[in-house]
């Protein structure tokens, strides 16, 4: 097995769910696998399906949220010539390609209600029916499942059938998000530093020591997805050179942008810590923009007219004392604390804009005010 295929990490969590995934594998069951966007839900069904008695056959992903509803059910089962407008011709589904393999079914809850309906049938029986078609068919496919969704909350708003649900959770492993792993962190830099030095023939100097525990503080709320793109796009854009803090924050705050920091109901306190932190080395970042602006003008303010610079008052020279000692990391409750503070300063208490500024809704805003005493 090829090591891009391996579960990468050695953290108490990882080492836990590699273990619980080889015991899995060695069985027909069906799984369940739960986790945050891009935390790597398809390595771990690959890592189930080379481990098992079908890791000779076809592993068929198939992504239930990119497929149109109305075709879903035939790309799965297939269909018979004619069944419908453009079905010129009958066609085998991922189910019969599946046959002896292994068939991952990636967001599964996106699935509509009528199509579960029949998955829930081959799970119970193995049978299915074509598109148009009146003829049994049986396939001996594993089905592996995954989702970010809570499928207990879709369940309870009839936008997932329970029944369904209890079938694909005979096991459920749960990937933790990369911000919980440590210094897994890490460990996946180093392998696609290698992947990308290798693909584009890059040589590449490193990371500092700060840009390693930048990384490590940093929350990560696209998880292994978004460390995988952010270090190609570091050794492509900085042409392999080594990697300080101010380069990995640049690329960071651009990435954060993109992204908008979009707050998304329900969810944790700790993904609003993230966003919050995310806005805080954004903050960082145009205060060290800003900084360095001031440093190229101030050299020639006596030399340039009044007019055109602010006054800034003269500073009193400053003795040569020893260095000054690295501030300890504050803690992100009180990052969060300060923030909240200095945006309902900055907009003169007004909820709705400072809510919205920092990536949260009103209520959480409210309750926070609250535990804080601001």
Request: net charge neutral; proline share 5%; charged share 25%.
């Amino acid at each position: 097995m090829s090591q891009e295929l391996d579960i990468i990490g050695r953290s108490a969590g990882m080492l836990q769910l590699r273990e619980l995934a080889i015991k899995v594998a060695a069985t027909d069951v069906t799984v369940l696998i739960t986790g945050e966007t891009g935390s790597g839900k398809e390595v771990l069904a690959r890592f189930i399906h080379d481990h098992s008695r079908r890791a000779g056959k076809s592993l068929i992903p198939v992504n239930c949220g990119a497929i149109p509803s109305g075709i879903l059910e035939s790309e799965l089962f297939g269909h018979e010539k004619g069944a419908f407008t453009g079905a010129v011709q009958a066609r085998k589904g991922y189910f019969e390609s599946a046959d002896k393999g292994t068939i991952f079914l990636d967001e599964i809850g996106e699935m509509p209600l009528e199509t579960q309906v029949k998955l829930l049938r081959i799970i119970e029986t193995g049978q299915f029916q074509r598109v148009g078609a009146s003829e049994t068919i049986s396939a001996d496919a594993r089905i592996i499942a995954a989702t970010n969704r809570h499928l207990t909350q879709e369940v309870a708003e009839k936008h997932f059938r329970e029944d369904l649900y209890y079938r694909l959770r005979s096991v459920e492993l749960q990937i933790p998000p990369l911000r919980e792993r440590g210094s897994d962190i890490l460990m996946l830099t180093e392998h696609f530093v290698r992947e990308f030095e290798r693909k584009h023939a890059i040589a590449f100097e490193g990371f500092s020591q700060e840009s390693g525990e930048l990384m490590l503080r940093y929350p990560w709320p696209g998880n292994v997805r978004e460390l995988r793109n952010l270090i190609e796009s570091l050794l492509i854009l900085e042409r392999g050179k080594k990697i300080t803090p101010d380069i990995l924050e640049k690329h960071l705050v651009q990435r954060s942008r993109h992204k908008g920091l979009v707050h998304e109901p329900g969810k944790s306190d700790k993904n609003e810590l993230n966003l919050i932190y995310s806005s805080l080395i954004q903050l960082r970042q145009e205060i060290s923009e800003i900084r360095q602006m001031l440093q190229q003008v101030l050299p020639y303010r006596q030399h340039a007219s009044p007019l055109l610079l602010p006054a800034f008052p003269p500073q009193p020279p400053v003795a040569a004392s020893a260095p000054a000692k690295e501030e300890a990391p504050m803690p992100l409750e009180e990052l969060e604390k300060r923030a909240i503070a200095d945006a309902l300063a900055k907009f003169d208490g007004n909820k709705r804009k400072t809510a919205q500024t920092l990536g949260i809704n009103e209520r959480t805003l409210y309750r926070k005010i609250k535990v804080y005493g601001l």
